[in-house]
T-cell receptor
Framework: QKEVEQNSGPLSVPEGAIASLNCTYS??????FFWYRQYSGKSPELIMS????GDKEDGRFTAQLNKASQYVSLLIRDSQPSDSATYLC????????????FGTGTRLTIIP | DVKVTQSSRYLVKRTGEKVFLECVQD?????MFWYRQDPGLGLRLIYF???????EKGDIPEGYSVSREKKERFSLILESASTNQTSMYLC????????????FGSGTRLTVV
């Protein structure tokens, strides 16, 4: 089992709909969770972080964390063509660990 | 604005050359990282450093070395470049503890011919 697992996609969503991206992780001791967006040919940029169970909203983005199920998700409301990118889930797998472990990413395409 | 700057956006080098990739950050971050990113393999950690002159191997250190003489600068060295080191190289930095995530540089696309 991979330490951080994502469905590679591609995931196609109509413009204006909700895009749902999922990530599971292996270590119950994980404390910090991040979503990065990466446009083709560019470097990853941090869009959301979450540390506690529940939902965290920032504009059109909502991160959801369920530590019991070892599951973190990202919802993008009112999807726009500019949201088309690869989304990387990253987890700080052990408390105090200096490193993030990344999933391989989900490629999202928003269809106009 | 937080900046992590990588010295080159694109590089083409010959097999056997010694290659230096430079990364500078201006956020006073203690931690710095070098990753490579390849299609289907995701981000793989090469080396990281949590303090000046300190370094630790990541998951794929073979064929690479690093240098951190100053807090803001972290260099990746390919001792003798090979074609299988053709990749996108990403530098990142962070505060200790992993709570705030990384800030990435813009990346260096290295081609070894």
């Amino acid at each position: 089992q991979k330490e951080v697992e994502q469905n590679s996609g591609p995931l196609s969503v109509p413009e204006g709909a909700i895009a749902s991206l999922n990530c599971t992780y292996s270590d119950r001791g994980s404390q910090s969770f991040f979503w990065y967006r990466q446009y083709s040919g560019k470097s990853p940029e941090l869009i959301m972080s979450i540390y506690s169970n529940g939902d965290k909203e920032d504009g059109r983005f909502t991160a959801q964390l369920n530590k019991a199920s070892q599951y973190v998700s990202l919802l993008i409301r009112d999807s726009q063509p500019s949201d088309s990118a690869t989304y990387l889930c990253a987890v700080n797998l052990n408390f105090g660990n200096e490193k993030l472990t990344f999933g391989t990413g989900t490629r999202l395409t928003i269809i106009p | 604005d937080v900046k992590v700057t990588q010295s080159s956006r694109y590089l083409v080098k010959r097999t056997g050359e010694k290659v230096f990739l430079e990364c500078v950050q201006d956020m006073d971050h203690e931690n710095m990282f070098w990753y490579r990113q390849d299609p289907g393999l995701g981000l793989r950690l090469i080396y990281f450093s949590y303090d000046v002159k300190m370094k630790e191997k990541g998951d794929i250190p073979e064929g690479y070395s690093v240098s951190r003489e100053k807090k803001e600068r972290f260099s990746l060295i390919l001792e003798s470049a090979s074609t299988n080191q053709t990749s996108m190289y990403l530098c990142a930095s962070s505060f200790p503890g992993g709570r705030e995530g990384y800030t990435f540089g813009s990346g260096t696309r290295l081609t070894v011919v």
